[in-house]
């Protein structure tokens, strides 16, 4: 069976499938092309990330896929469930970026405190002694409290790092059942915390310093912090998003970033990738990354292994 890993696969997850009889295809395709290389090369599986998307119009056009996997979380850009509905298997890997996602999430934490993104930015004029006095009102995180909104796998890595580093933790979820929340300590040491969701997010934005988001797309198209929930945060509240384009209204955004009433925003990710707004990219206030939150070699090896894993207990070895 030939499967096409149009946004890659890392190198154990193609070996593993390999070594399973699987043909493991790399080249990218496309997207305009795309049907027409997986019937012309009688692809059967196609795996992707978040740049390639399978629609409706591609899955009618490919009657011979049996499989669409997605090397992350989030599946919005696949047609999830009208493949289904015509007996396609659709498959992601929601554990296996938790922690790289999370620790990007603290990087942006430490960043937005001490302002390092804009920091990055000017230290190349040489005025370093205005700059100095510039970035000389940072904040720590020890003792501040962070909202997470959506407490699944990445929320509660994410509260597992926050927690570690003295930082108190209210979750925010459609679920209010109590989640035990590990908290590798290194050296052998570990402890746990209780936190039990709240289900009002109104009830608790005032109390947040920080706050992270990891809820989907919302399947309506409206975004989970716009104006009004803006008007309820503390000033001096700093965001990260990290989840979804889209699930931050972004005009909302600017407008709270140049009031003074947010004081900062890291973005992963934008309603329109692969190219975001300027307004975004060059604002003072706002740290961006390319939606790189899964982007390491850890999280690769587990993403590759975990869709080689699905694929050869759904389809067998083919030696």
Same mark, same amino acid.
């Given at each position: 069976m030939k499967i096409l890993a149009n946004d890659g696969i890392s190198a154990l997850g193609k070996s593993l499938l390999e070594e399973a009889g699987f043909t493991v295809i790399t080249e990218k395709v496309a997207q305009e092309n795309l049907a027409h290389a997986v019937n012309e090369q009688g692809i059967e599986m196609i795996l992707v990330r978040s740049a #390639?998307?399978?629609?409706?119009?591609?899955?009618?056009?490919? @009657?011979?896929?049996?499989?669409?996997?997605?090397?992350?979380?989030? $599946?919005?850009?696949?047609?999830?469930?009208?493949?289904?509905?015509k007996g396609i298997q659709v498959i992601n890997t929601p554990a296996s970026s938790s922690q790289s996602v999370a620790e990007l999430v603290m990087g942006h934490l430490f960043a937005l405190s001490r302002f390092l993104n804009d920091s990055y930015k000017q230290m190349e004029s040489?005025?370093?002694?205005?700059?100095?006095?510039?970035f000389a009102k940072g904040v720590e995180l020890r003792g501040k409290t962070l909202g997470i909104i959506g407490f699944g796998r990445i929320g509660q890595s994410v509260a597992s790092y926050a927690l570690g580093?003295? $930082?108190?933790?209210? =979750?925010?979820? %459609?679920?209010?059942? @109590?989640?035990?929340?590990?908290?590798?300590?290194?050296?052998?040491?570990?402890?746990?915390? #209780?936190? #039990?969701?709240h289900t009002s997010l109104a009830s608790v934005l005032g109390d947040l310093d920080y706050i992270s988001i990891h809820v989907p797309k919302q399947a309506d198209g409206s975004a989970v912090i716009?104006?009004? !929930?803006?008007? !309820?945060? %503390? %000033?001096?509240?700093?965001?990260?998003? =990290?989840?979804?384009?889209?699930?931050?209204?972004?005009?909302?955004?600017?407008?709270?970033?140049?009031?003074?009433?947010?004081?900062?925003c890291a973005l992963d990710v934008f309603e329109n990738e692969p190219n975001p707004r300027k307004e975004l990219l060059s604002h003072p206030k706002i740290a961006c990354t390319p939606h790189i939150g899964a982007a390491t070699v850890e999280a690769q090896d587990r993403i590759g292994e975990e869709l080689a894993s699905l694929i050869i207990t759904a389809f067998g070895k083919h030696s």
């Amino acid at each position: 069976m030939k499967i096409l890993a149009n946004d890659g696969i890392s190198a154990l997850g193609k070996s593993l499938l390999e070594e399973a009889g699987f043909t493991v295809i790399t080249e990218k395709v496309a997207q305009e092309n795309l049907a027409h290389a997986v019937n012309e090369q009688g692809i059967e599986m196609i795996l992707v990330r978040s740049a #390639t998307t399978v629609r409706r119009e591609v899955i009618d056009a490919c @009657p011979g896929i049996k499989l669409i996997g997605r090397g992350g979380v989030g $599946m919005d850009n696949i047609d999830v469930s009208y493949a289904r509905e015509k007996g396609i298997q659709v498959i992601n890997t929601p554990a296996s970026s938790s922690q790289s996602v999370a620790e990007l999430v603290m990087g942006h934490l430490f960043a937005l405190s001490r302002f390092l993104n804009d920091s990055y930015k000017q230290m190349e004029s040489g005025d370093f002694s205005t700059l100095k006095k510039n970035f000389a009102k940072g904040v720590e995180l020890r003792g501040k409290t962070l909202g997470i909104i959506g407490f699944g796998r990445i929320g509660q890595s994410v509260a597992s790092y926050a927690l570690g580093c003295g $930082m108190n933790v209210i =979750a925010i979820d %459609k679920k209010s059942n @109590p989640v035990l929340v590990p908290i590798p300590l290194g050296n052998g040491l570990n402890a746990t915390a #209780t936190i #039990t969701p709240h289900t009002s997010l109104a009830s608790v934005l005032g109390d947040l310093d920080y706050i992270s988001i990891h809820v989907p797309k919302q399947a309506d198209g409206s975004a989970v912090i716009a104006a009004e !929930q803006f008007a !309820q945060m %503390k %000033k001096g509240v700093r965001l990260v998003n =990290a989840a979804r384009g889209g699930v931050i209204n972004e005009d909302d955004l600017l407008e709270a970033l140049d009031s003074g009433h947010v004081a900062g925003c890291a973005l992963d990710v934008f309603e329109n990738e692969p190219n975001p707004r300027k307004e975004l990219l060059s604002h003072p206030k706002i740290a961006c990354t390319p939606h790189i939150g899964a982007a390491t070699v850890e999280a690769q090896d587990r993403i590759g292994e975990e869709l080689a894993s699905l694929i050869i207990t759904a389809f067998g070895k083919h030696s």
